[in-house]
Each structure stands twice: as C-alpha cells, then as structure tokens.
C-alpha cells in the first residue's frame, strides 16, 4: 500500500486502479490510505492494497450520459467512476471534482469551453501504456 501512496504523489493524482490482469478489480484512493490505514493507526508499510481497495468497482459505460455518470456517483456515494467501452474494457476514470468545477464555471461565466461531450471533457482516458505500469499491484494480490 505504501507504494500506491508513493505512485500518487509522485504523479499527484488522488487515486490507483487495482489491477488483476487486464481486469480493473478495485480502486484505492487517498482518502481510504487515510482512513483504512494512518487514522486506525496501522502501518502503510504493512498494509496490502488488497485490504483497503474498495471493490467491486462502480463502472458506467462510455455511451452513457454526463447526467447518469454523476447520478451513479451520487447514489454510490463514490468521487471517482471507472469508465468502460462496450467490452466491458477500461476506458477511463472520470473525478466528480473536475465535472463539478467545469458546470461551475460554466454557470457563473468564468470559462466557457468548447462544447464537447462528456467523454472528451470529463474521462482521463487510459493508454495501454498506463495500464502495463504497474505489475506489482498483481503481484501484491497474490500474496
């Protein structure tokens, strides 16, 4: 667990996919290290992602409208959704806070971005690349 702490810092992101394979199975973000672990007063050190990750994964698929996304976060209590394509394939992660911040700004005036479609302003889109980054997260589920 400590080294998704050190992979979030290091790429100031708020959270890590857990992988099986090619199978996103769970998801660990800053706030579960933080409440799973430091503020229980255990060691991250000692702690595997697998015990803290929060599964199974809150997905929606890519064809689904901005509205639906926000209401399935919404009823799932959840900040992140994993976006999947028809193959039920990773896609994406989408973050409540950079679509609350976009409607905002939209709705006060500050910024007024081309329109698009949710897809393309609101998903951080994963690479082959990205995925391949991380086999000790694998490695750790197996222990």
């Known amino acids: 667990?400590?080294?998704a702490a050190k992979i979030m810092k290091q790429n100031?992101?708020?959270s890590v996919l857990i992988l099986a394979g090619d199978n996103a199975i769970g998801i660990v973000t800053q706030?579960?290290?933080i409440n799973r672990t430091v503020a229980r007063g255990k060691n991250p050190s000692e702690i595997k992602v697998s015990t803290i990750m929060s599964t199974p994964l809150i997905t929606i698929n890519k064809d689904e409208t901005l509205e639906k996304a926000l209401d399935v976060m919404e009823k799932n209590k959840i900040r992140r959704?994993?976006?999947v394509d028809e193959k039920n394939k990773l896609y994406g992660i989408s973050v409540e806070?950079?679509?609350?911040g976009d409607l905002l700004d939209e709705q006060i005036g500050t910024s007024?971005?081309?329109?698009?479609s949710w897809l393309d302003r609101y998903v951080t889109k994963f690479t082959d690349s990205?995925?391949?980054r991380?086999?000790?997260i694998e490695e750790e589920l197996k222990t």
């Open 97 to 100: 806070l950079k679509i609350c």
């Open 81 to 83: 959704i994993v976006v």
């Open 130 to 132: 990205q995925l391949k």
């Open 31 to 33: 706030r579960d290290i």
């Open 112 to 116: 007024a971005p081309e329109v698009r």
């Open 1 to 3: 667990m400590e080294e």
């Open 12 to 14: 100031s992101i708020g």
């Open 134 to 136: 991380f086999p000790w």
